[in-house]
């Protein structure tokens, strides 16, 4: 069993398959498929745990899965600077009727959550329920559109192109 293994089997002993609906394995990388509603829960266990010490969030990332449904990921990467290991975990997020979707907020957990959620919000259109400065980062203010989104038109928008016939 790997060590990655080893992880995704004590996630789902504490949590259940409630919480961790999925633990896939690709290319020798596991993941744990958390249910959205109790993240915040698995990310704090994940740091706390003594054998686990995930002290370090590398990145957050978010993927457009249309038309599957739910449509969004949310992808987290964690790194223990002690332990010197990885681990995966993804949470599903449904389309809102509206068109956006929504996951609480990592960044009281790893700080460094900070700009990765603040980039995906805007890149994807995702909110981070409790976030402390959902500001965007690259693009302008006005701006309601979500260019990493599948159906965003690869021509762009009238308002990313308002000067062309």
């Avoid at 805007?122 to 693009?139: A, N, Q, S, W, Y």
């Amino acid at each position: 069993m790997t060590n990655q293994e080893t992880i995704a089997g004590k996630l789902s002993e504490r949590f259940g398959p409630e919480v961790i609906q999925d633990t896939p394995a690709f290319r020798d990388q596991v993941t744990a498929v958390v249910a959205r509603e109790r993240i915040l829960d698995v990310c704090r266990f994940l740091r706390d745990d003594p054998e686990l010490a995930f002290d370090f969030l590398s990145f957050v990332a978010g993927v457009d899965r249309y038309p599957a449904s739910p449509r969004f990921e949310v992808v987290y990467q964690l790194y223990s600077t002690t332990k010197n290991h990885r681990f995966r975990v993804k949470v599903l997020a449904p389309e809102e009727s509206d068109g956006s979707a929504s996951v609480d907020s990592v960044f009281r957990i790893w700080p460094t959550a900070d700009w990765h959620e603040r980039e995906t919000a805007e890149m994807f259109g995702i909110t981070f329920k409790g976030h402390p400065d959902p500001r965007k980062l690259l693009l302008p203010e006005n701006w309601t559109v979500h260019p990493l989104r599948k159906d965003f038109p690869l021509e762009g928008t009238e308002e990313l192109t308002p000067d062309l016939p």
